[in-house]
């Protein structure tokens, strides 16, 4: 056995020489249109940072990415306007984006099981129509779903920003790929095989599979709740129910008589943007264990 292996690699010949380095030259074009782009998507993100700490009058005289002193001081001044308006319009967000967001995952997620591991008449007719709901603007909706909730009633409520955002045809189409893929059909049977019946195979069996997956779909939907400002703007007029983008946008359009309470806006803006920084390094987690558990899987 063992002659025969050598005469084999000697019949194969020397292999060939690589030289060092050949594979795994970098790519300074790559990289450069990588810094690039990096510049572009921070740079509004360093002038909303110096733009925060400057007051209204060194908000238009100073130059463009000189820091103030004025930080502070705008803070106060923003919790104190309209008795603290922001950190309620701040609330109403989390709230918003954390239920709709979590409900929109679930939905997804007991949707997205159900095509990919269930055989039943419609069922690519239902997956096409999903696929289709993906290239739908959110914006062409925003109207029907106001006269819909204007009928029963819902408007100027909590549940008029809620209930639309709960179906995501983006986030179903993600989780039935993920269902597919992440959930044995072994599995599936064995515990129907041991008697498990078909809601408990999905919560106790599915789910934890489905996971990553759907931490995925919630940060979608989160951070399209989260900067959402069409459908809050034409569902609520009351301002303590308004979520963050309403709220500064009604403040920047006194700033055009008051320029002072630009800075405040400024401001705002870059307070809303870190709970969504802190979302993603913390769930991030999620990604790295799925991607090692592929990685040995493989």
């Known amino acids: 056995m063992t002659a025969v292996a050598v005469s084999h690699d000697q019949d194969q010949g020397p292999a060939p020489a690589v030289r060092p380095g050949a594979r795994h030259r970098p790519s300074w074009l790559g990289s450069a249109i990588l810094l690039v782009g990096a510049v572009y998507c921070l740079l509004p993100i360093a002038w909303v940072v110096a733009a925060s700490t400057k007051n209204g009058s060194d908000l ?80 062409t909706l925003a109207v029907p779903q106001y006269l819909l909730l204007a009928e029963v009633g819902l408007t100027d409520t909590y549940w008029a920003v809620l209930l639309p955002q ?26 129907r095989t041991d008697g498990a019946g078909e809601f408990r195979i999905f919560a106790r069996v599915a789910l934890p599979m489905m996971v990553p997956g759907l931490v995925t779909v919630f940060l979608f939907q989160f951070v399209a709740i989260w900067n959402n400002f069409l459908l809050p703007f034409i569902m609520l007029s009351s301002d303590d129910k308004f979520p963050v983008t309403v709220g500064l946008f009604t403040l920047l359009n006194q ?7 630009y800075s405040l806006v400024i401001l705002g803006s870059l307070l809303s943007i870190i709970p969504l920084i802190v979302l993603f390094l913390t769930l991030q987690r999620y990604w790295r264990t799925d991607l090692i558990s592929g990685a040995v899987k493989g």
Do not use: H, Q
């Open 166 to 191: 709960i179906i995501s045809p983006y986030g179903i189409y993600l989780a039935r790929i993920y269902a597919a893929a992440a959930v044995p059909d072994t599995v599936v049977e064995a515990a």
């Open 60 to 139: 238009f005289t100073s130059f463009t990415f000189a820091p103030g002193t004025g930080f502070f001081e705008n803070l106060g001044e923003l919790s104190a306007n309209g008795d603290g308006i922001y950190w309620r319009w701040l609330v109403n967000t989390a709230i918003y984006a954390g239920v709709g967001g979590a409900l929109s995952a679930l939905v997804s997620g007991i949707s997205g099981y159900t095509l990919a591991k269930y055989r039943f008449a419609g069922r690519s007719a239902i997956f096409n129509v999903l696929l289709a709901g993906v290239l739908v603007p959110g914006i």
């Open 255 to 261: 700033g055009s008589t008051v320029p002072a309470l």
